[in-house]
């Protein structure tokens, strides 16, 4: 069983959640081109390392989250609520 741990509710199975995909920058409304727009809304990175992206308790809380994951071995370091801060 795979275990995450929602911020609001502590570790629950996986099951539990809603994956969102990584985080990424959103594009200035003022300055973005539609080529901007296609690359935040579609494009991904999908290195081979760390990576932020987002979780939604769907079975809980309701709340989206932050993971940092390992994309190769799954192993989760932190989870926590988006702040200003943590988008950094
Ligand atoms: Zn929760």
């Known amino acids: ?3 995450l741990t929602c911020p609001n509710c502590g570790a629950r199975n996986v099951s539990e959640f809603r994956y969102g995909g990584e985080t990424n920058k959103r594009p200035d409304v003022n300055t973005a081109t539609p080529h901007d727009w296609a690359e935040y ?3 991904r990175r999908n290195p081979n390392g760390m990576i932020r992206e987002w979780w939604y ?3 809980g809380c ?3 989250f932050i ?3 390992h994309t ?3 192993d989760i ?3 926590y609520l988006w702040s200003p801060e943590a988008a950094k």
């Open 1 to 3: 069983m795979i275990l």
């Open 41 to 43: 809304l579609y494009m």
């Open 57 to 59: 308790h769907r079975a």
């Open 62 to 64: 309701g709340s989206w």
């Open 67 to 69: 993971a940092e994951r």
């Open 72 to 74: 190769k071995t799954h």
């Open 77 to 79: 370091i932190a989870t």
